[in-house]
């Protein structure tokens, strides 16, 4: 079966720790994203990348990081200079090129930083 | 810039009640529009969608238009199910490289019996 997993679907952290998700795809998509999901508002972009070994900052990059080494794989960094890291994680991915396609979400990791 | 606005919710309905969740967006040029579902503790699914002017989407008994002279693109179902519970997103692409969505705050629904 082709998808996106995440892991680990709870996390918990104490702050001042930096903590990686894991995100990985196999449906030989060549772009992949980040997003950060709080209560009462949409997603947001934080990271995406459209091939390997490259990557943008979305619109709320502060405080992440992402590698692209390997297409299957888009890991976040949440870093302790976070300011409000407590949220909702998703992982998308998609077809590079063409028109129309959609984005592929995984099932996402709830991230709570005490 | 590129933005979306939906409908707040909550929407609590009754069982085979119709459904109705407003979308509006601005952008330039010509975005493609989505609706996601996101059902209690997943990811997002894609449920329908539609890439140019009076395109209409449809799946699972849920429809939405493209109404560029509205900038709309609403969401409809003409008899919910308890099934249908769930927070849904309307979205834009803009058409450009980095095919980045642009997500609406989310409306959720609840369904009663």
């Known amino acids: 079966d082709g998808g996106i997993t995440q892991s680990p679907k709870y996390l918990f952290r104490k702050e001042g720790q930096n903590v990686t998700l894991s995100c990985e795809q196999n449906?030989?998509?060549?772009?992949m994203y980040w997003y950060r999901q709080d209560p009462g508002q949409g997603l947001r972009l934080i990271y995406y990348?459209?091939?390997?070994?490259?990557?943008q900052k979305g619109d709320i990059a502060e405080g992440y990081s992402v590698s692209r080494e390997k297409k299957e794989s888009f890991p976040l960094t949440v870093t302790s200079a976070q300011k409000n890291p407590t949220a909702f994680y998703l992982c998308?991915?998609?077809?590079?090129?063409?028109?129309?396609?959609?984005?592929?979400f995984g099932p996402g990791t709830r991230l709570t930083v005490t | 810039g590129n933005s979306v606005t939906q409908m707040e919710g909550p929407v609590t309905l009754s069982e085979e009640a119709f459904l109705t969740i407003n979308c509006t967006y601005t952008?330039?040029?010509?975005?493609?529009l989505f609706w996601y579902v996101q059902y209690p503790g997943e990811g997002l699914q894609l449920l329908l969608k539609?890439?140019?002017?009076?395109d209409k989407g449809s799946n699972k008994g849920f429809e939405a238009t493209y109404r560029k002279e509205t900038t709309s693109f609403h969401l409809e179902k003409g008899s919910v199910q308890v099934s249908d519970s769930a927070v849904y997103f309307c979205?834009?692409?803009?058409?450009?490289?980095?095919?980045?969505?642009?997500f609406g705050t989310g409306t959720r629904l609840t369904v009663i019996p």
């Open positions: 998308a991915s998609t077809l590079a090129g063409g028109q129309s396609y959609e984005q592929y």
């Open positions: 449906l030989n998509h060549d772009a």
């Open positions: 990348s459209q091939i390997v070994n490259d990557f």
């Open positions: 952008a330039t040029g010509y975005p493609s």
């Open positions: 539609a890439t140019k002017a009076d």
């Open positions: 979205a834009l692409r803009y058409q450009t490289g980095a095919n980045n969505l642009f």
